[in-house]
């Protein structure tokens, strides 16, 4: 049995004359620059198909980056009030610790204060600072008056006492008016 001519049999056919240009040199040469020409732009032409088609690749991964970028930021500003809201929270318990703080310095000052108060004595104006302490007060009696100035220089929590203002008093039950600042030492 025969086999058909394409089954391995390479048979050209050529229905023009032979010229001796195919077998010189440069034929030679021009014959095999156009078969390699040809085949570098089929392989030139493959890869300009395969990169467009790749380019469509990219394109949809772009797109769906994008959505995924837009859902991500949609989900991002939906925490943001969540995120106020939690940096307010911590501002407020920030103020809340500092009152506390300073309420429970001034709560020492006072009780201190009330320590050292003689019956007859009551106070129209306290004005406590972190570091000072001012008061304006009335006494209904001279003794009282020594007794106070006595317990206040005693009292560790007090230094540098001053007297501003030391008068007598025209409000009823009231013999002397003063106002005295003091700065607050370590132990309030």
Do not use: C
């Amino acid at each position: 049995m025969k086999l058909p001519a394409f089954f391995g049999h390479k048979k050209s056919i050529n229905l023009l004359p032979r010229d001796s240009f195919e077998n010189s040199t440069l034929g030679v040469i021009l014959e095999w620059a156009l078969v390699f020409g040809k085949w570098a732009v089929i392989l030139t032409q493959l890869i300009v198909m395969a990169a467009f088609l790749y380019r469509f690749t990219l394109d949809r991964t772009l797109t769906d980056l994008r959505k995924s970028i837009t859902s991500d930021v949609m989900i991002i500003k939906s925490y943001e009030q969540v995120e106020r809201d939690y940096m307010l929270a911590q501002k407020r318990v920030v103020t809340a610790k500092d009152a506390i703080k300073s309420q429970n310095q001034v709560l020492g000052i006072i009780a201190e204060i009330a320590k050292i108060t003689p019956n007859d004595l009551w106070y129209d104006k306290i004005n406590i600072t972190d570091t000072s302490l001012n008061m304006t007060a009335y006494v209904s009696s001279l003794s009282g008056f020594a007794q106070f100035m006595t317990m206040i220089q005693k009292n560790p929590a007090f230094k540098n006492i001053r007297i501003a203002k030391l008068e007598t008093s025209s409000t009823k039950g009231a013999q002397i008016q003063f106002e005295i600042s003091t700065t607050l030492g370590s132990n309030k």
